[in-house]
């Protein structure tokens, strides 16, 4: 009922054990709260927020216009949704390392397991796009060191995300990734990895926690959970997957609207009142008020 049952610091620590166990955690993207509780209901292991999302969700493009008020606003809606672990995108920090250490404890305060920071000129872009731009090295690695030296939470997760493989090639973004681990970062995000052997040399390259990102119509190959999991790949995310799908059928309805006058062939495709309502636990709230749920919902 209401929010959720653990504390924003047991479930960093328990996000770090899983993270240490070696397993693969999967995290889908959701695009708003009673999303990231089906994600939970639906038995992942934790919840992602992406910036492109959030943006979407706006009706803004990914391009850097969205404000870290707007993000932790969002975050913490999600956040305390569910009891698994919330990563967040941060993209750039929102400005200059200063910016980054008051993003990162933001963040820290609106619930999140972990967060990453990326190397990109700042305002960024989406990652899968061409003519990206990376800032140098040393603005790269104050920007992590910036991120770890603010949490007040060691076990929130400071995750460093590179886009210099499709800017420069895969042998800067090794190196980029073992510089960034080397200012603190605990996890590393390589954006836009081309192939399995990729994610295999990265994760030869450094010894901490890797993510792949499953985005659709992006530069890389949609490889499935066990694919990952064989190249030692231990958090995979689908951004903007959940999203995507929910408009999908919603332009399709409103496309059945506008020709047929009635949803009625599309019902069968709808999440069922009794679906929303045990999501939504309102047998929960009974035990607080017996005249909120003294109903019964029948399914046909």
């Given at each position: 009922?209401?929010?959720?049952?653990a504390?924003?610091?047991?479930?960093?620590?328990?996000?770090?054990?899983?993270?240490?166990?070696?397993?693969?955690?999967?995290?889908?993207?959701?695009?708003?709260?009673?999303?990231?509780?089906?994600?939970?209901?639906?038995?992942?292991?934790?919840?992602?927020?992406?910036?492109?999302?959030?943006?979407a969700?706006?009706?803004?493009?990914?391009?850097?216009?969205?404000?870290?008020?707007?993000?932790?606003?969002?975050t913490?809606?999600?956040?305390?949704?569910?009891?698994?672990?919330?990563?967040?995108?941060?993209?750039?920090?929102?400005?200059?390392?200063?910016?980054?250490?008051?993003?990162?404890?933001?963040?820290?305060?609106?619930?999140?397991?972990?967060?990453?920071?990326?190397?990109?000129?700042?305002?960024?872009?989406?990652?899968?796009?061409?003519?990206?731009?990376v800032?140098d090295?040393?603005?790269?690695?104050a920007?992590?060191?910036?991120?770890?030296?603010?949490?007040?939470?060691?076990?929130?997760?400071?995750?460093?995300?590179?886009?210099?493989?499709?800017?420069?090639?895969?042998a800067?973004?090794?190196?980029?990734?073992?510089?960034?681990?080397?200012?603190?970062?605990?996890?590393?995000?390589?954006?836009?990895?081309?192939?399995?052997?990729?994610?295999?040399?990265?994760?030869?390259?450094?010894?901490?926690?890797?993510?792949?990102?499953?985005?659709?119509?992006?530069?890389?190959?949609?490889?499935?959970?066990?694919?990952l999991?064989?190249?030692?790949?231990?958090?995979?995310?689908w951004?903007?997957?959940?999203?995507?799908?929910?408009?999908?059928?919603?332009?399709?309805?409103?496309?059945?609207?506008?020709?047929?006058?009635?949803?009625?062939?599309?019902?069968?495709e709808?999440?069922?009142?009794?679906?929303?309502?045990?999501?939504?636990?309102?047998q929960?709230?009974?035990?607080?008020?017996?005249?909120i749920f003294?109903?019964?919902?029948?399914?046909?």
């Amino acid at each position: 009922m209401l929010y959720s049952t653990a504390t924003p610091a047991a479930k960093r620590a328990a996000f770090r054990e899983r993270l240490a166990s070696g397993e693969l955690l999967r995290m889908p993207g959701a695009f708003n709260p009673l999303s990231a509780r089906l994600i939970e209901q639906r038995g992942f292991e934790g919840v992602y927020v992406s910036g492109a999302v959030l943006s979407a969700d706006l009706g803004l493009p990914d391009i850097g216009l969205t404000t870290l008020t707007e993000v932790a606003a969002r975050t913490r809606q999600i956040a305390r949704m569910t009891d698994l672990p919330v990563l967040v995108d941060a993209d750039t920090g929102f400005g200059e390392p200063m910016n980054v250490a008051r993003t990162v404890q933001e963040l820290e305060d609106a619930g999140v397991s972990g967060l990453h920071i990326e190397d990109q000129v700042n305002p960024k872009r989406c990652g899968h796009l061409d003519g990206k731009e990376v800032v140098d090295e040393a603005t790269a690695l104050a920007r992590i060191r910036a991120a770890v030296d603010a949490r007040r939470d060691p076990n929130l997760v400071i995750m460093a995300r590179t886009d210099i493989r499709g800017v420069s090639g895969l042998a800067d973004a090794l190196d980029r990734a073992r510089a960034l681990v080397d200012a603190g970062a605990d996890a590393i995000f390589p954006e836009a990895m081309a192939t399995l052997a990729e994610f295999e040399a990265m994760r030869a390259a450094v010894d901490v926690p890797l993510l792949a990102n499953m985005t659709e119509f992006g530069k890389s190959e949609l490889f499935t959970v066990e694919a990952l999991r064989d190249v030692g790949v231990n958090m995979v995310i689908w951004p903007v997957s959940l999203l995507r799908l929910a408009m999908g059928a919603a332009m399709r309805a409103l496309d059945t609207l506008d020709s047929e006058g009635t949803l009625g062939p599309r019902v069968g495709e709808m999440q069922h009142r009794a679906e929303l309502y045990d999501l939504l636990d309102y047998q929960g709230y009974s035990r607080f008020d017996s005249d909120i749920f003294n109903f019964s919902v029948v399914r046909d």
